[in-house]
C-alpha cells in the first residue's frame, strides 16, 4: 500500500501531522486545504508531554522547542490565587527536551507546514473537495475548482465541522455548544508565569507562557445561548468576565484593551460514536473527537491520530489498517473529551464537585503510555 496516493481534506494540525508521517513512510500526499490565507489565531496552544513525545516521532523537534516556551509542571491555583498544586510532568521525549511546552498557532503552523513542504507533500491551498466517490478500488475526488482527480486512500481532517464525515456518515450528530465560551489575549509575560497556571474554580481561567516575552490568557465563562459576540466591545467584556478574580489576574486584565486583539470562540464537543471510517476514507482530529480545551489536548489527539494513522497503514491493507487505527485511538480520545467536558460541567454549575489536580494528574498518566 505505500505507493498508494492519498488525499487529505484539512491542512490543520492534523492533516500536517498526517502529511508528514504518511510522507515518512512513502506514501504520496496531497493536502486540500480550503482556506487560501491558510490562516490561523495569532495566539498560542498548550503541548502536553505525550505531544512533545509525538512530534519527537515526526522527528522535528528540534524546530519545535526552538518556536516555544518550555516547562515541566502545572501550577494549579484557588480562586483567590492561593497555589494548590504543582503537578510535574514526565519528559517523554527523552531527558534532554522538555516535557511540555507553550507555542503560538502561527509559530506551530510554520514548523509543521515547513516539515510537510520539505517531506514531498503537494500542498494545494484554496481548495475544497465538492464530491467524492469511493468505487471500492479508489476514491474518485472533484474539487470545487471544478477539476477531478483519482486517489488511493481520504483522510478527513477537516475539523468540527467536517464535510467528509457529513459525507460517509450524514446521519451523525454534529458538534454541540457547551454552555462556555473562551476568551483569549496575549500578553507580556511576567517573569513569575514560567509554566502553564490554571485555576481551579468556576471562573475557568489560565496564563500560558509562549516566549521570553510574551505569553496568553484565557477565561471561560457561561454564555448562555450562544449569542453573537461583536468584536467592538470584546476588550471591555472579556474584563468583564474577569470580575472578582484573584488580585494578581485582574492587574493583568487592565492590560486587555484591543478589540480585535480578542480571540472569542464558543466551545463545543463531539465524540463520533460507531466507526470513524467508511471503505476507503477514514476521520482524524476533530472530525470524529473534538474537544473543549480544558484538558490542553485536542491538537495532542489529532497529533497521535496521524502518528497511529501512518503506522497502520503502513502495515495493513486500508479497512483493516482504518479498524486498528481507530482501536488504538478511541478510548484515549473518549477519554479527552469526556473528561474535558466534564471540566467545563463543573466550571458552569452542573457538577457540584471535580478534582481537577486530580483530572490533570490522571491526563498525564493515561497520556503517557504508548499510543
Ligand atoms: C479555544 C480552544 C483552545 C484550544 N487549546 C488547545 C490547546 O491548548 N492544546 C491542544 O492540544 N489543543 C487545543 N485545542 C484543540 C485544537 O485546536 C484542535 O483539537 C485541533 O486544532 C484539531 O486539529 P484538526 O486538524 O483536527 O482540525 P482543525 O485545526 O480545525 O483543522 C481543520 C482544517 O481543515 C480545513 N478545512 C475545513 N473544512 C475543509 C474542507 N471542506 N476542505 C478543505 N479544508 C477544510 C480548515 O480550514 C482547517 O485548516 C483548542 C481548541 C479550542 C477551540
Request: aromatic content about 8%; glycine content about 10%; some cysteine.
Amino acid at each position: 500500500m505505500q505507493q498508494a496516493r492519498i488525499l487529505i481534506s484539512g491542512g490543520g494540525i492534523g492533516g500536517l501531522t498526517s502529511a508528514i508521517a504518511l510522507r515518512q513512510r512513502g506514501f504520496s500526499v496531497t493536502i486540500a486545504e480550503r482556506d487560501p490565507e491558510w490562516s490561523v489565531y495569532g495566539v498560542g496552544i498548550i503541548q502536553q508531554a505525550n505531544v512533545v513525545r509525538a512530534i519527537a516521532s515526526l522527528g522535528l523537534l528540534d524546530a519545535y522547542v526552538a518556536s516555544a516556551y518550555p516547562f515541566d509542571r502545572i501550577e494549579m491555583f484557588a480562586p483567590d490565587g492561593t497555589q494548590v498544586a504543582s503537578i510535574p510532568s514526565p519528559r517523554l521525549a527523552g531527558g534532554d527536551y522538555p516535557a511540555q511546552l507553550g507555542i503560538s498557532r502561527p509559530a506551530l503552523q510554520r514548523v509543521l507546514a515547513d516539515a510537510a513542504r520539505s517531506a514531498g507533500t503537494e500542498i494545494r491551498l484554496g481548495a475544497s473537495v465538492e464530491r467524492f466517490e469511493d468505487d471500492g478500488d479508489g476514491v474518485g475526488v472533484r474539487f470545487t475548482d471544478g477539476t477531478c482527480e483519482r486517489f488511493d486512500l481520504l483522510v478527513g481532517a477537516d475539523g468540527l465541522y467536517s464535510q467528509t464525515r457529513a459525507a460517509i456518515f450524514p446521519d451523525a450528530p454534529g458538534p454541540a455548544f457547551t454552555g462556555q465560551s473562551v476568551w483569549r489575549y496575549n500578553l507580556p509575560r511576567p517573569a513569575e508565569v514560567e509554566c502553564l497556571q490554571a485555576y481551579t474554580g468556576r471562573v475557568g481561567l489560565g496564563l500560558v507562557p509562549l516566549s521570553a516575552d510574551t505569553m496568553y490568557m484565557f477565561v471561560t465563562s457561561p454564555e448562555p445561548g450562544n449569542p453573537h459576540v461583536p468584536v467592538e466591545g470584546r476588550a471591555a467584556a472579556m474584563r468583564q468576565r474577569l470580575a472578582g478574580v484573584a488580585p494578581r489576574i485582574a492587574a493583568l486584565a487592565e492590560q486587555i484593551t484591543d478589540d480585535r486583539a480578542v480571540v472569542y470562540k464558543p466551545l463545543e464537543a463531539l465524540y463520533l460514536e460507531g466507526p470513524w471510517h467508511k471503505g476507503r476514507v477514514v476521520l482524524i482530529g476533530d472530525a470524529v473527537h473534538g474537544t473543549t480545551p480544558h484538558l490542553g489536548q485536542g491538537a495532542g489527539m489529532a497529533i497521535e491520530d496521524s502518528i497511529v494513522l501512518a503506522d497502520e497503514l503502513a502495515r495493513h491493507a486500508p479497512e483493516p489498517a482504518f479498524a486498528a487505527y481507530q482501536a488504538r485511538r478511541e478510548g484515549r480520545c473518549r477519554f479527552i473529551v469526556e473528561s474535558s467536558v466534564a471540566v467545563g460541567e463543573f466550571q458552569l454549575g452542573r457538577r457540584d464537585t471535580l478534582d481537577y489536580p486530580a483530572l490533570t494528574r490522571e491526563m498525564f498518566e493515561r497520556t503517557a503510555k504508548p499510543v
